[in-house]
């Protein structure tokens, strides 16, 4: 009996200083039945060394012998390889990720041209069962409490409530702009650090959880719409409703210290919550927090990994945050990937069973056959 035989390589983006697997998630699958190969260095960025790994029973080798991509069955990886990994794969290999699938037609290439089968860890569906697997929420509460850390830091006042001799000084007012799971801990974090908060989400329903954290909710412009979430995650919301939104908002925030936006659609451009008019009435000093940037930003005038003074109000287009928390961010992912494969391993091998929904949703491809073609084919996060 072979068995199922795992890659973990080095990430190859840039800055990406996360990893796919830990030497906790390496020693379970070992004692799964697996073996175990990781690229020398995978780790190093994250805080483990090559040999915490072969303490854990992997091993540790290097992507320059071709003879070790004839053993492989599955890579684990963060983000999709570069093309010159996955054309060294055997067909039928196994990818499994945050693949980044939306309009990735480069991916689907190689997927078809390389007869490659892949996992895309952001398709698994908001159910119960995946809850243990869900990397997106993993990563995203981590973006969330370092968010509010960097916003702390670049504001000119202190966040909480202080009483000394030269007088009392007023706690901030924070506002986060969507309450999902990034959300949720930013108010959170806010919160423990002594600022007030106030929350702004489409959804109604959101508001017993915000005010459990101690924030205060801005009901929503009373605008009909339909469902206000899709699979678990908030949907795209009309522009009527956006612009009625913003209206409300301005008065918070003129008000407001910290502005963080949080504020996603799966696979669709991030909703505009802040224009040029909302951010002219906050004070100079203040501070906008957009983790949303990558997909377009929630915030006019953000851009990725940047700091921008504009009148005054710093605009922080706050990108790949894991990533700043490189061992934490590795140890909650490599968990969420061995909640999903492990009930997969059977009898020696790693089994795409189609009849369960968490594979039936999240597996893009089969041995090169697209699943999900209307994944590749939406540019909106181009």
Known sequence: MILPRLLIPVESV????????????????????????????????????DESYLNAGAKVVALDDLNLFDEIDSVLCVNAP?????????????LVGLLSPYGNTALEKSLKTYKLSALSLELLPRISRAQSADALSSQANIAGYKGVLLAASALDRYFPMLMTAAGTVQPAKVVVLGAGVAGLQAIATAKRLGAVVYVSDIRPAVKEQVESLGARFINPPDINQSASESGGYARQSSEEFLAAQRQKLTKHLAEADVAICTAQVPGKKAPRLLSEEMLDQMRPGSVVLDLAVSQGGNCIGTKPGETIIRKGVNLIGASDLPCTVPNHASVLYSRNLFSLLHPLLSEGELRLDTSDELIDGSLISQNGIIRHQTIFNSGETN
């Open 14 to 49: 840039p800055g990406e200083t996360r990893v796919a697997a830990t030497p906790e998630t390496s020693k379970k699958f070992v004692e799964a039945g697996c073996n175990v190969f990781v690229q020398q260095g995978a780790g190093k960025l994250a805080g483990f060394a």
């Open 82 to 94: 570069e093309t010159d990994l996955l054309s060294k794969l055997s067909p039928e290999t196994l």
